[in-house]
């Protein structure tokens, strides 16, 4: 897996691990106060292509290998949930919300609309390299050959008082 999930600021020595199903719009909205570029009314400042090629080059998305190779520079964090809370909310999410399943999630075998009891043993008997992003363990996504690549990792459970911790060490 070489997933591109992290937000890698060009000018600025900050790196964000996204999670997704962790706050993660609510982060890249906040973030996106720091991109100094005159940004259309109608741009998604959430989207990841916004992230990857909206940005005139301030951002860019990386891959944990390279997050990795920036942690002597970059000062990196993340926001990770309560797993069983995450599973409901992607549950809620995409299998219910939603009308159109992704593509990996239709080949998991996942339904619209299926049972939570069945989505678990879909999500149990599938692969980690056959899993949805948002169904990936929060470990496989912030970690690389078992050491964990962000420096600070806050908790959805207590966003508030960690977000306000992580500003505090960006001083």
């Known amino acids: 897996m070489n997933f591109k999930h992290f937000i890698c600021f060009r ?34 400042t959430t989207s990841d292509n916004f992230w990857s ?9 990386i891959s944990i290998q390279e997050a990795r190779k920036y942690r002597g520079t970059h000062y990196s964090f993340s926001f990770v949930r309560n797993p069983f809370d995450r599973l409901i909310s992607a549950y809620n999410n995409k299998l219910i919300e939603n009308e159109v399943l992704t593509e990996p999630m239709k080949s998991m075998g996942l339904i619209h609309g299926m049972p939570f009891g069945s989505f678990l043993e879909v999500i149990a008997s599938t692969s980690d390299d056959k899993l949805d992003i948002h169904l990936l363990p929060q470990s496989k996504i912030l970690c690389l050959d078992k050491q964990l690549v962000p420096n600070f990792i806050g908790h959805l459970e207590t966003i508030q008082q960690d977000w306000r911790t992580l500003q505090q060490q960006l001083r």
């Open 53 to 61: 090629s909206g940005t005139r080059g301030k951002t860019s998305m």
């Open 11 to 44: 000018d600025i020595p900050l790196i964000y691990g996204r999670v997704p199903k962790v706050a993660n719009t609510s982060i890249k909205a906040s973030l996106s106060s720091l991109i100094k570029v005159p940004i259309k009314a109608e741009t998604r």
